[in-house]
Every structure is written in structure tokens, then in C-alpha cells.
């Protein structure tokens, strides 16, 4: 009996031991002030620009909100300044939600999200709140959010494969991880697959190269500089560079190509009006619409009605470019008439359920990935890593 009373005395003083981020914070009611943290400038016409118009998204659809934001919040711009630091800063112009918009933040967006149980946290990619996934972390005031690129930047390799004169595509990837790998290998997927089932070519007369510049965007000295590494794309037989970075160096690149008489195209990324840099060049653009997830997690932080969870989104196959409805889309750009019917065509086999992520697929140190058949998990894409068999390039960091 005395050792039942000690252990009811446990499971007490645990109860009122637990953190307060066991529970979501209260709801902000009708107005709320949000801030947003951006990796790189809020008008980079890339990833960061997508984040911030996501948020005017907000604006204009939520009644009550107000936004206040840091952009640049990365070493190089703001040396001895951590990311938790300059969302204090939000915080204290009265911001009740931060919103950490880049996977480079992950560690600093938890750190952050414990030591305030009171403000709501989005973490824009991510998988701390994947309970099924590797960083799982209980936070009751954090949610991740997450577009399914995969999908349009496959199309984006359909319609690179379908444009392709020398067979060779180029890959301009930022810095190395599980986010970058998959997405890269998605490119590929799709561009092997329009070779193979649209062209009717061998596979291994496509050449896709991947190199890596080391983060997001170019930082002098410290990355490889993506003007220089779409030359050497183009130099070297490739005549189509897909873009991974958050800026549009590969399409300004295509355009100076381009105008020297060669013929070349590119495909930038993360942002619908990312390719009016180089109209003539660019074949199109698979970006995020982040408006959507961000206004109706905006509102279940107003009404109280906010569940931490992890959410990747599918686009909306009736229109993947539907503003209110599709988290990532696909603008075409300058396609011939035959590529261009092969994208609508690639787009609505995926709507009926192709999925491009069934083996045989191996990767790329021969090992097997997924046998003959067999569908990936949501984790064996999501953490995907090797790229794969028939890419060329660095598979994980030195």
C-alpha cells in the first residue's frame, strides 16, 4: 500500500513538473501580430520573397493580422546574431507568432519555441512535430509546414528532358541535405521518365549533373559562386541548368547564354515570378504557395483551435496553380508546343496517381533503394539519403 501512495505521489508532482509548452498557448483572439524570419532578402525573388508574399497572403485574407520581419537572418549577414535572438526582437515589437522560414533555422526555431510556451511557432519545412519522422520534439506550440515539391520539380524534369538538344541537364543545388537530396533526385525522376516513356530513349544516354554550391545563396567567400557554376554548366555540354538555390543565377546566366547566340534554357525555383528575369530562357517554374497553410494556421492561432502537427502538402490537382487552394505549382515558361503538351501530360497522370517513387530504383552507390514494385514511404522520401543512381555529384557533405 505504501508503495502504491509513493508512486500516486510520482505521477502527481510529474504532472505539475511537466513544461508549459505541453499545452498550445492561448488563443491570440482577433488580432494578432506576426513575425517572420527569412533566411535571405524578403524581395530575393526566390525562397524568401515566396515566404513573405505568403504572408501578405495573410494580411489581405485575415482580418486582425499584422506582420513585422527580419530578412537576411543568416552568419554572413548578421554575424554574432543567432536566429532565436532576432525573433526576440519580433517578439518584443508584439508579435505572438514567429514564423522561422527556412530549414537552416530548425535548431534555433526549437530552441526558440521552448523558451516561449506562449508564443505560437511555425516552422516552415522542418520535422520537429513528425511524429513519425527523426527530430520529433514535443512542442505543443509549434507546427511544421511543407509544400510537396517533389511533385512540380519533377515536372520541371519533365520539361528539361523534353527541351534537352545535347541530353545533358545541369543541377544547381544550395547546401546538402535530406530537403536538397530528395529534391534534386525528383528533377531526375521526372526527366528520366519523360526520356524513357515520352522520347523513347535509352536512359543512360542522359547525362544529370549535380553541383552544390553550399548554401541557399551565394555568400563571397564562402560558397561557390552560382554564376560561375551555371557557366561551367553551360560550357560543358549541359543546355538546360535547374535551379535548387533560392536566386535566380541560373536563368540570368541562360539569358547572357542565350544572347550570345548559344541555345539554353533554365528552370529557377521557389517563386511564381521567378523566371521574369529571363522570359526568352526559362522553361518554367515550380514554386511554393505558402499563403494557404499560412492563413489557416494564422486563424487556429486566433480562434484556439491551434494542434501542434507536421503537415506536407500536396498541390491541388485541379489546378495546381490555384492561388487559394495548391501549395506548390508549376508556371510553364518557353516551351516548344511538344514539350509543352508533355508537361500537361506528365501533370495529369501525376493527378491520377503516378508515383515516380516505385522501384526498381537503386542509389547512387548501386545499393538498393526500393526493390522492383515497391512504393517509398513518406520517410524513406523525405530522408532520402544518397541521390540516385545515373545523377552525378555529391551524394552528402565532405
Not at 70 to 91: F, H, W, Y
Not at 120 to 145: C, H, R, S
Request: proline share 4%; aromatic share 12%; hydrophobic share 40%.
Amino acid at each position: 500500500m505504501k508503495s502504491f501512495r509513493i508512486l500516486i505521489l510520482a505521477v502527481i508532482i510529474a504532472a505539475f513538473a511537466m513544461p508549459a509548452f505541453a499545452q498550445a498557448p492561448k488563443a491570440a483572439g482577433s488580432n494578432l501580430t506576426i513575425g517572420l524570419v527569412m533566411v535571405g532578402p524578403y524581395n530575393d525573388r526566390g525562397w524568401s520573397q515566396a515566404n513573405y508574399e505568403g504572408m501578405q497572403y495573410v494580411l489581405a485574407k485575415v482580418p486582425g493580422t499584422k506582420l513585422v520581419y527580419i530578412d537576411k537572418a543568416n552568419s554572413a549577414d548578421r554575424p554574432g546574431t543567432t536566429v532565436s535572438q532576432l525573433a526576440e526582437s519580433l517578439v518584443a515589437q508584439g508579435a505572438k507568432l514567429i514564423c522561422f522560414s527556412s530549414d537552416d533555422m530548425m535548431d534555433e526555431a526549437v530552441k526558440f519555441a521552448t523558451a516561449h510556451p506562449d508564443i505560437f511557432v511555425i516552422m516552415t519545412t522542418g520535422d520537429q512535430q513528425w511524429k513519425e519522422g527523426k527530430a520529433y520534439k514535443p512542442l505543443a506550440n509549434m507546427i511544421n509546414i511543407m509544400g510537396k515539391m517533389e511533385y512540380t520539380k519533377m515536372i520541371a524534369g519533365v520539361a528539361a528532358a523534353l527541351t534537352t538538344k545535347t541530353g545533358q541537364i545541369g543541377y544547381l543545388g544550395p547546401l546538402i541535405n535530406d530537403e536538397t537530396r530528395r529534391l534534386a533526385a525528383s528533377v531526375y525522376l521526372g526527366a528520366k521518365y519523360a526520356w524513357v516513356n515520352y522520347l523513347k530513349k535509352d536512359p543512360a544516354q542522359l547525362k544529370f549533373r549535380v553541383t552544390w554550391i553550399g548554401f541557399w545563396f551565394n555568400i563571397p567567400g564562402v560558397t561557390a559562386d552560382p554564376t560561375q557554376v551555371a557557366d561551367e554548366f553551360f560550357n560543358s555540354g549541359c543546355d538546360v541548368v535547374v535551379s535548387g538555390i533560392d536566386t535566380t543565377e541560373a536563368v540570368a546566366e541562360a539569358a547572357k547564354f542565350t544572347a550570345q547566340g548559344k541555345k539554353v534554357w533554365a528552370i529557377p525555383y521557389d517563386y511564381s515570378k521567378a523566371m521574369d528575369e529571363g522570359k526568352g530562357v526559362s522553361l518554367g517554374v515550380p514554386y511554393f504557395n505558402w499563403g494557404p497553410a499560412y492563413a489557416r494556421t494564422v486563424k487556429e492561432a486566433m480562434n484556439g483551435t491551434w494542434k501542434a502537427h507536421f503537415e506536407w502538402n500536396d498541390p491541388d490537382w485541379k489546378n495546381i496553380n490555384n492561388p487559394d487552394t495548391s501549395a506548390v505549382g508549376f508556371v510553364k515558361g518557353n516551351l516548344s508546343k511538344e514539350a509543352s503538351e508533355g508537361v500537361d501530360k506528365f501533370i495529369d497522370e501525376l493527378a491520377k496517381g503516378l508515383n515516380l517513387w516505385t522501384g526498381a530504383l537503386n542509389l547512387q552507390d548501386g545499393s538498393v533503394y526500393l526493390k522492383k514494385g515497391e512504393k517509398a514511404t513518406e520517410q524513406q522520401i523525405w530522408y532520402l539519403p544518397q541521390l540516385l543512381e545515373g545523377m552525378t555529384g555529391q551524394s552528402v557533405s565532405k
